[in-house]
């Protein structure tokens, strides 16, 4: 009999030692998890601040690069940026002390269209139509896209209701789009009456397919600030084809385009004056259209990409250069 109370207080032992010691395992593998997530999470952090401290180091180096082509302007005695110039040329990629690279490019800004220029009234008291210079060449620059194509009846709707979404009244214009038309969709909201803050909002205004959205996306901007002239040495094909007369609504040919781009990547343009006075331009009254163009520049983008650890983040800095001052006005950041 006490040999078999012996054995049943044995056997308890044991079963009370093995749930200790699976109680401890539990413990043990809770403690393990946590402390890798804790670890992964303190990781992904300092690899993350690691990333965008080599960013914010390309952007310290964007700014250099735009402040020495303002010494160098400076000295030439003239304004003046061009795709030749040190902050537009291909960058290259940037090795890392602790492995990975640092990629970055600068791009003009100013060789965008400005869409805040697209406020005011399109419609005279008349009802006929009365398009500013800017709203003019937003016209023919649609024209220009080929996917989506658009017809010029097409391109006015996009750039009235643009209008109508910068001005300050709830008028809409024939072609445009006010708060009638915007408070019937799902979900509703109003328009803006009030300049543009991002390029994004395009995809709110009425007649902007995602698609349009898509193809204009590099075409476009918006200032920050103030309103600037778009620099006739920077702009891309589209933009130099959207320059015409002042009266028409078609864009200049694909092959006048063409033909502006040859010249300027073989010869440049020696100023404004030089580029009005090309064949293309032959017979044109370009007086309200003089006035949208420039040859200097105050506003950039900078494109960084940093890969590390198998990690991709990006930087998009928008650069604002007065004289020997650069100011980063805009940044958006993500990773992969």
């Not at 795709?83 to 791009?107: C, H, I, K, N, R």
């Not at 008291?125 to 009846?153: D, K, N, V």
């Not at 040859?295 to 650890?309: D, G, P, Q, T």
């Amino acid at each position: 009999m006490k040999k078999s109370v012996h054995s049943l207080q044995s056997g308890a032992a044991l079963i009370v030692a093995m749930l200790v010691f699976a109680l401890a395992a539990a413990l043990i593998v809770g403690i393990q998890r946590e402390f890798t997530l804790f670890y992964q999470r303190g990781a992904n952090s300092f690899i993350g601040e690691q990333a965008y401290a080599y960013l914010l180091g390309a952007e310290e180096l964007a700014s250099l690069a735009l402040l020495l082509d303002y010494d160098a302007d400076k000295q030439a005695g003239r304004a003046r940026d061009d795709l030749g110039e040190v902050w537009a040329q291909e960058s290259t990629p940037y090795p890392l002390d602790e492995g990975g690279w640092l990629f970055g490019e600068v791009e003009d800004l100013q060789g965008r269209f400005n869409l805040n220029a697209l406020a005011g009234e399109v419609r005279s008291e008349t009802g006929e139509p009365r398009y500013s210079a800017a709203q003019s060449q937003f016209i023919r620059l649609l024209q220009t896209l080929e996917q989506p194509a658009l017809s010029q009846p097409e391109a006015v709707a996009v750039t009235e209701a643009v209008a109508d979404w910068l001005d300050r009244d709830s008028n809409p214009s024939l072609n445009g789009a006010e708060d009638d038309f915007y408070s019937g969709q799902t979900p509703s909201y109003r328009a803006a009456n009030q300049p543009m803050s991002s390029v994004s909002e395009l995809r709110a205004i009425a007649n902007v397919t995602p698609e349009l959205y898509r193809a204009l996306l590099p075409l476009v901007t918006v200032w920050p600030r103030s309103s600037k002239p778009i620099n006739i040495h920077t702009a891309s094909l589209p933009v130099l084809r959207s320059i015409n007369g002042d009266d028409e609504l078609l864009p200049l040919s694909l092959a006048d385009g063409e033909a502006l781009i040859e010249r300027r990547n073989a010869e440049g343009f020696v100023d404004k004056d030089d580029f009005l006075a090309q064949p293309v331009f032959a017979d044109k009254p370009l007086d309200k259209v003089s006035t949208q163009l420039g040859e200097s520049s105050s506003y950039f983008l900078l494109s960084a990409l940093v890969e590390i650890a198998d990690r991709e983040v990006r930087l998009y800095s928008v650069l604002e250069r007065q004289q020997r001052q650069v100011n980063s006005l805009v940044r958006a950041s993500g990773s992969l």
